[in-house]
């Protein structure tokens, strides 16, 4: 179970919509909170908030919504409070969810990772992956609540999919993900089709070359 420090970045889901709060569900042993006085209101206003942001909680964030966010504070009995206070924190729209290991997650200054590859991962120290398409404009006009669902190409699709398989296959071998690891592996499963990958010989040495590579890299 992932133990909350100040500063994580975690990727977490809805799980109930409470007076002047949001529980967030964020692989810890106690459920997360997200107060109202600690987001953004979408157009990134900054306010006091009102018994009418009170009644429009659901329309910002509800069950099942999945939110990238930073711990803001831990209490003494481990539970986390959360904040979305800058723009690139907010409401997740299109991707996939893989579920790891917090123990996994390298910590790094930097979780939110354009890759070349033209997917984006976050890379959240709870063990919450969220790996999207990567956008074409950074889209700061809605203070992360306008979720995009377009529907996503079919290149971006496959993209996302090798990445899964890729971070599923580091899992396997409990390689520490970040950003070059991924990509290391994603570079290796080229030669490979998606769902050969998960394989367990195919697994085994795209591993491997990505290893080698990160040790070279290192010097």
């Known amino acids: ?41 979408p157009g990134g206003e900054l306010r006091r908030k009102s018994v009418e942001d009170e009644l429009a909680m659901r329309d910002y964030l509800q069950e099942g919504d999945l939110i990238s966010a930073e711990v803001q504070s831990v209490f003494s009995d481990g539970a986390v409070s959360l904040h979305t206070r800058s723009l690139k924190y907010g409401k997740l729209a299109q991707g996939v969810l893989v579920q790891v290991s917090p123990s996994l997650v ?6 939110f990772h354009d890759l070349p ?19 074409e404009q950074k889209d700061d006009e809605a203070g992360g609540y306008t979720a995009n669902l377009e529907p996503v190409p079919l290149s971006d699709r496959e993209v996302i999919s090798r990445l899964r398989n890729c971070i599923m296959a580091l899992v396997t071998h409990k390689m520490m993900l970040f950003d070059s690891s991924i990509l290391y592996c994603y570079e290796a499963s080229l030669p490979h089709q998606i769902k050969d990958i998960l394989k367990p010989e195919v697994t085994e040495e795209i591993v491997l070359e990505a290893r080698q590579r990160l040790l070279d890299s290192e010097g």
């Not at 529980?23 to 106690?30: G, I, W, Y």
């Not at 390298?106 to 979780?111: L, S, Y």
């Not at 590859?117 to 976050?122: N, Q, R, T």
């Open 117 to 135: 590859c033209g997917a984006s991962v976050i890379l959240g120290n709870n063990g919450f992956i969220w790996i999207y398409p990567t956008p």
């Open 1 to 41: 179970r992932y133990n909350g420090e100040i500063g994580d970045i975690v990727v977490g889901r809805i799980t109930e919509v409470q007076q002047k709060r949001w529980k967030v569900e964020t692989n810890s042993r106690l459920d997360s909170v997200l107060l109202l006085s600690s987001i953004n209101l």
């Open 106 to 111: 390298k910590r790094q200054k930097t979780h």
